[in-house]
């Protein structure tokens, strides 16, 4: 016969008093970790006890039960029922659901004690996300649900955000196929094709970063820092119906902006209503552009006007608002710091007086009615207002003595980069402002820079260059007079004019974004300004008082009006002559750069130039790319990214440029060769600081990511 197999016997369970329980010695837990006592007590007088006690009777010396039982395993539990007993919130006598183990088993109780914290299986990560997604559905709050888990609403809304993202990423990383830093990426979009889009699109690449999933999920939107958003503003942008994207996972400046052409409607919108007030003030034309290029005052005369003075109440809130400040720093002058109201208070009041400062400009009306006016944005999102520009067209005509006019036309000077015959160079496309990057990027030959962005970084160089020239008047003087002596003893020939010499401002035909930004460009208009100011009205009025200056003030004001004659531009050449520049004279153009850049020891580097993906690195084939970091940052980086895809080469690139002191052919001198000279001890340094996913070893993490909060049992 077949031996019949053993029933296993489970272990009663019975409710038991409160105050027969008691905790074992046995219990293995000895340090606090997850949920607390207090948290968890909490959770039982809200839901009641969810799992029972594992209890076992004491035995006396005689080997019968005491009628007492003590806990091996539901220690964290019984201190939770034991501090809602001491609340008096549970009776003494309280019945407490118990497993009660026979005494003659051989399992010890430290055994059982073990084994119920190990056996128990952790929650996935995305379960938890669902759960919370469940609850919600079924009528829950944000906060009703973080007040039940003891977590706060921000992370409630992340785990929800989590459950929001496509439900075939989920199942991918349910599988292990994405991590979690990956999966809080996605959550910044909650398109759900174009996530699963991205994901094919990285899906098989070795670099699946969470900042490049990031990207392209907003690569199409506008970030709320853009001058655009904060001239419309969010509240104006959302209530027309535009989505704003957010990351709950790490700082994202207040999101994107997902409908561009709903933000650009708004703001042609704002702006038109803007210039529709201005035009009120009888102005004859206004030019409105969300941003102007350097440089677009150009052969325009601006007009002056009379700031208007203050009046007896404004000065009156002047004097308050001084008083006010004044008795805020000596009551607080030997803290060593401020208090949060205190010092938010002085801001408001510097702002105040700024405002109160910055007086309103009254125009000639007879100026007015011929002069016009430019509305933009600034770089801050504020409105942006300059008036008083009168066009050529637009100028009063001279009248000579005996009513006799001028027949002579005023003589107009080429302008720099005017483009001649196309020749034979290849043709380069353009998208946007931008060349198209050629099929072949991955040819071991590195070929020449595109021709626009020579001149853009030429243009970098000439602004740089021209505020080299002008903060050293000797050289300034030197730069004239060379040019003067060649006029008179070659016979060059020149314009008409009283004085056979002249000074030609060059613009730029091709700039980058950031070229009116630059350092170099503020520091020139800073001084532009600052020289206007001191200037009389009037012909002889200003001959006077030229004629008073001092000789440093004389210099200094020289070498500024020659600087904006510097050109450093290269542009191409023309070879079958009429405009346009010459190859010799190009070439002699950028030499006497070269020599002027030596003279003032212009340093492109400390003029604020750095190598980024939009003024270089993202617009050059990845030969160049690689070649770039590996003569700034060293062999061993350049190694390390050679595998990349353009776009993340591009960045890494920036990162490893940022403090190398590198720049590409067109920002050096002729005879420096960056490629030929030793790598510098601080290069060879920066080279091993590479990111963990670039040199193997470890994922990247998020820092600003919270940590998933444990929902453990009870």
């Given at each position: ?235 104006a942008y959302e209530a027309a119906g535009g989505t704003v994207l957010r990351d ?349 850049a030596r003279a003032t020891g212009l340093d492109m580097v400390e003029a604020g ?19 770039a970091v590996r003569e700034g940052a060293g062999d061993r980086a350049a190694q ?75």
């Open positions: 016969m077949a031996t019949a197999i053993q029933k296993i016997i489970l272990s009663p369970s019975r409710d038991i008093p409160f105050n027969k329980l008691s905790l074992s010695q046995a219990n293995v837990r000895r340090i606090k970790a997850g949920v607390s006592i207090e948290e968890l007590a909490e959770d039982i007088a809200r839901r009641g006890l969810l799992q029972s006690l594992n209890v076992r009777p004491i035995i006396d010396a005689d080997g019968a039960e005491t009628g007492l039982y003590e806990i091996p395993a539901g220690g964290r539990r019984y201190r939770a029922l034991e501090r809602l007993v001491k609340q008096k919130r549970l009776a003494k006598t309280a019945a407490v659901p118990c497993v009660v183990r026979d005494p003659a088993t051989p399992i010890l109780a430290e055994d059982d004690s073990l084994a119920e914290n190990l056996q128990r299986a952790p929650l996935h990560p995305l379960d938890q996300f669902r759960a919370f997604q469940a609850l919600r559905d079924k009528g829950q709050s944000e906060e009703d649900i973080a007040a039940a888990f003891f977590t706060s609403a921000h992370v409630v809304k992340q785990r929800l955000r989590l459950a929001g993202v496509s439900p075939r990423l989920l199942d991918v990383y349910a599988e292990d196929g994405m991590t979690l830093e990956q999966l809080m990426a996605f959550t910044v979009s909650a398109d759900h094709p174009r996530q699963e889009q991205v994901w094919e699109t990285i899906a098989g690449s070795w670099s699946k970063e969470p900042y490049q999933i990031r990207r392209m999920l907003t690569e199409k939107t506008v970030r709320a820092s853009d001058r655009r958003a904060m001239f419309v503003g969010l509240d709950l996972f790490q700082q994202d400046d207040g999101g994107w902006l997902a409908d561009v052409a709903l933000l650009d409607t708004l703001v042609a919108a704002k702006l038109k209503t803007e210039a529709k007030a201005i035009a009120a003030e009888g102005w004859k034309w206004i030019e409105v552009a969300a941003d102007f290029p350097y440089g677009h005052t150009h052969g325009l005369r601006q007009i002056e006007g009379v700031a208007a003075e203050r009046s007896a109440d404004e000065q009156a809130t002047i004097d308050a608002l001084n008083a006010e400040y004044q008795r805020l720093e000596a009551e607080y002058e030997g803290a060593d710091e401020l208090p949060d109201d205190v010092d938010a208070r002085l801001g408001e009041i510097e702002a105040l007086l700024d405002e109160l400062d910055t007086r309103p400009v009254i125009f000639d009306p007879c100026d007015i009615t011929r002069a016009g006016v430019f509305v933009s944005i600034g770089a801050d999102g504020r409105l942006v207002v300059d008036r008083g520009y009168v066009r050529p067209d637009d100028e009063a005509p001279l009248v000579l003595p005996d009513d006799e006019t001028d027949d002579a036309t005023a003589a107009t000077s080429a302008q720099a980069g005017e483009p001649g015959p196309s020749g034979t160079s290849r043709t380069v496309i353009t998208v946007g402002g931008q060349p198209i990057e050629s099929e072949d990027d991955e040819d071991d030959v590195i070929k020449p820079l595109p021709e626009r962005l020579v001149i853009e970084l030429t243009a970098h160089r000439t602004l740089a260059l021209r505020d080299a020239v002008a903060s050293n008047p000797q050289i300034a003087l030197t730069a004239l007079l060379h040019k003067l002596v060649i006029d008179t003893f070659q016979r060059t020939s020149t314009g008409g004019g009283c004085l056979e010499a002249s000074v030609r401002h060059v613009f730029f035909p091709a700039q980058a974004a950031d070229l009116k930004d630059s350092p170099s460009a503020c520091a020139i208009a800073e001084r532009h300004d600052a020289w206007k100011a001191d200037f009389p009205q009037g012909d002889q009025a200003l001959w006077d008082w030229l004629s008073a200056l001092d000789d440093a003030s004389r210099l200094a004001l020289l070498a500024h009006c020659v600087s904006f004659g510097v050109n450093a531009l290269y542009e191409k050449p023309n070879p079958y002559g009429g405009n346009g520049v010459s190859q010799h004279g190009l070439e002699r153009r950028l030499t006497q750069a070269d020599r002027l130039w750095r190598p980024s993906v939009d003024s270089y690195l993202g617009r050059v084939p990845k030969r160049r790319i690689v070649e390390l990214i050679e595998h990349l895809k353009k776009a993340e080469m591009a960045k890494e690139a920036e990162r490893l440029l940022a403090d190398a002191r590198w720049l590409p052919e067109p920002l050096r001198l002729a005879d420096t060769d960056i490629s030929s000279e030793p790598a510098e001890p601080e290069a060879e340094a920066r080279s091993v600081d590479l990111p963990a996913f670039l040199s193997g070893d470890e994922e990247p993490s998020d820092e600003d990511t919270e940590p998933l909060p444990a929902i453990a049992a009870e």
